[in-house]
């Protein structure tokens, strides 16, 4: 996400003809977009994006039944 950013920083930059980037190669102000997708095809394949959904929603289901066994008094078992 942050080379995504940092693509649309530098061409904002360079099409308001704004030095440095001004005087750069446009390769050079698109290259960040190449790297995006270039980790965005990465982290699909592998499984990445999916595993780290998941995650999230197992801690969210987590922190919902904590929640859940606080408000009825009861503590939320440790992790063993």
Do not use: N
């Not at 930059?13 to 095809?41: C, G, H």
């Amino acid at each position: 996400m942050y080379m995504l950013v940092l693509g649309i920083a530098l061409s904002l930059l360079k099409y308001l003809d704004i030095a440095p980037v001004a005087q750069w190669s446009w390769w050079w102000v698109l290259t960040p977009f190449a790297l995006t997708i270039l980790w965005w095809a990465w982290a699909d394949s592998t499984g990445y994006t999916k595993r780290k959904a998941m995650e999230k929603m197992d801690q969210r289901k987590k922190d919902r039944l904590d929640k859940q066994k606080q408000a009825l008094g009861m503590q939320p078992r440790k992790p063993r």
